[in-house]
């Protein structure tokens, strides 16, 4: 009794200024939380109100070339995907080919773009091309199917260098160790794995791409229409391709030819620069861009 005596005594506690008398009925009757779907991050799963469903089996992907929102490819996109799918047949008329026109002494035109005779190694630059084009396929495809296009890439202005105020000392050469490794070798050749080329293409401007291609198919203007020719030398300059680098192993590959040739006597009867369209639709079957004479076969008439 002295308690509750002691507690009536103590004077009311002061009101707070953010307080606010009560009205009755003027407050909606409070409802409780909805629990929040589990979200994923790239690095972190939210815990909080998580909902633990059973686990759903994903859906077929679809087998349709995919599509942006408005249902058509994005047009810069398109026409690279175009030109890369011409690539693609070519390379691989030219693998399933390449044997049966080894005997020709036509041959010998095919044989100097690739800087040599060895058949092997031309099947193995092509089928390097080839997996090339596929990886660049799937790239283009899944950045159509998310309906982003591919962007121009501006040309680099290198400046010179400025030379230094003062002279610097001429640097002492480091010596180097073991033998120079030829790329053009067919002992040195390397054939990336699907996986390894897609993350390249990933991290690299899509002409590069395109050229690294068109150096492993051994593209050159007598191969080509002109009209196909004329949309790849657009294609390299605006996406970041250097069609200077494909000339520049285009010549060294006709030096080698030149060396393996002048050991080859039997070779020296067939001329290796016949580019007429005649010679090439003889040993390709058509020039690159024309319509491949299998599927002109396969069209049915109107």
Request: hydrophobic share 35%; net charge positive.
């Amino acid at each position: 009794m002295a308690e509750m005596r002691a507690l009536q005594t103590l004077p009311p506690h002061p009101p707070s200024r953010r307080s606010f008398p009560l009205i009755a009925g003027s407050y909606p009757t409070l409802q409780p939380p909805k629990p929040l779907p589990l979200t994923y991050s790239n690095n972190y799963v939210s815990h909080h109100n998580v909902i633990l469903t059973a686990p759903t089996t994903p859906k077929p992907t679809a087998t349709v070339p995919p599509k942006d929102r408005s249902g058509a490819i994005p047009e810069r996109l398109a026409a690279v995907l175009q030109l890369v799918r011409i690539l693609l047949t070519h390379g691989r008329r030219l693998a399933e080919t390449a044997a049966d026109q080894a005997h020709n002494p036509q041959f010998a035109t095919i044989a100097a773009v690739f800087g040599t005779y060895n058949l092997a190694f031309i099947v193995l630059r092509v089928q390097r091309g080839i997996l090339r084009a596929i990886a660049l396929e799937r790239y283009l495809l899944a950045r159509a199917g998310r309906g982003r296009d591919i962007t121009i890439v501006p040309p680099r202005n290198r400046t010179p260098a400025t030379p230094p105020a003062t002279p610097q000392p001429a640097r002492i050469p480091t010596p180097t160790y073991g033998r120079f490794l030829d790329p053009s070798h067919p002992a040195n050749f390397h054939i990336p794995t699907l996986q390894e080329l897609e993350a390249q293409i990933r991290r690299r401007p899509i002409g590069r791409t395109i050229a690294d291609i068109c150096t492993d198919l051994a593209v050159i203007p007598g191969f080509c229409t002109a009209q196909f020719w004329s949309g790849l030398f657009d294609t390299l300059q605006f996406y970041g391709g250097s069609l200077t680098a494909m000339y520049e192993s285009r010549g060294h590959r006709e030096q080698t030819f030149r060396r393996e040739r002048d050991k080859r006597p039997e070779t020296w009867h067939c001329n290796w620069q016949d580019l007429r369209p005649a010679t090439i639709r003889h040993l390709l079957g058509h020039l690159i861009g024309e319509t491949p004479p299998a599927l002109v076969l396969a069209t049915p008439p109107p």
